[in-house]
């Protein structure tokens, strides 16, 4: 097994007077060359957006953009006809393809937004745009990994256009949770939202992330109550 590990307090950030945001991985302003993906894995961006601001509109092409909202809402809208609020507990991907336009704005007045950017790369290019979105609400369940993203879009996921799997949960403290990987060559990017957990002999913290791979299998032991996003994902 190996591990690459991310501590929170050092990833990239670029604050202005209605966004902070936190890098993961070299974005725009932030340029780590130690840090710009962990295979297919490309952006994790931890956004906190003020009342009533956002993105305009702006151009991708052949890249799996997923957004989870974690407080707060954003407002959506793209050139395929997606024009919509995504709340907390709602996950968005679109799969970029050909080229799509699209715009997120935080359409609450008085509350800012803290959302999750993730870009992965794709497995087949120039597909053309979709776009999907769902409530996850009602599917989380105490102490499970609950899935979010997978390629074939079996039991209730998202699908991506990528060999990936995305699952989200919340956890007691001391729980054991046993993660196998879906196939070899995969490797997980654990990403701790809150609390407090232990892999592999690595302690992480809030916001604090773990990649995982060369291995079949690891165990994550949450030390507190805590949330995590696991994010498997071809290792290219």
Do not use: C
Request: proline fraction near 5%.
């Amino acid at each position: 097994m190996k591990t690459v590990f991310h501590p929170a307090h050092l990833r990239g950030n670029n604050r202005t007077e209605w966004l902070n945001a936190n890098f993961s991985f070299s974005f725009g302003p932030y340029y780590n060359p130690e840090r710009i993906q962990f295979g297919a894995l490309r952006v994790l961006n931890d956004d906190f957006i003020g009342a009533g601001k956002g993105f305009g509109a702006h151009p991708h092409d052949n890249m799996e953009i997923i957004t989870i909202v974690l407080q707060g809402a954003l407002e959506h809208k793209d050139n395929l006809g997606g024009d919509g609020v995504i709340r907390a507990g709602e996950v968005q991907i679109i799969t970029a393809g050909t080229g799509v336009m699209h715009s997120e704005f935080n359409p609450q007045q008085n509350e800012e937004t803290n959302s999750l950017q993730i870009w992965v790369y794709p497995k087949v290019l120039n597909v053309p745009p979709a776009y999907q979105q769902k409530s996850f609400t009602e599917s989380f369940r105490p102490n499970t990994l609950t899935p979010l993203l997978s390629a074939d879009g079996s039991n209730g996921t998202l699908r991506i256009n990528q060999d990936a799997v995305f699952a989200m949960g919340e956890f007691e403290a001391g729980q054991s949770i046993n993660y196998q990987l879906q196939a070899a060559g995969h490797g997980a990017y654990v990403f701790l939202l809150e609390g407090e957990a232990e892999i592999a002999g690595q302690m992480l913290n809030k916001r604090d992330a773990l990649g995982v791979y060369d291995t079949s299998s690891f165990t994550i032991i949450t030390k507190a109550h805590s949330r995590i996003l696991v994010i498997e994902v071809p290792m290219l």
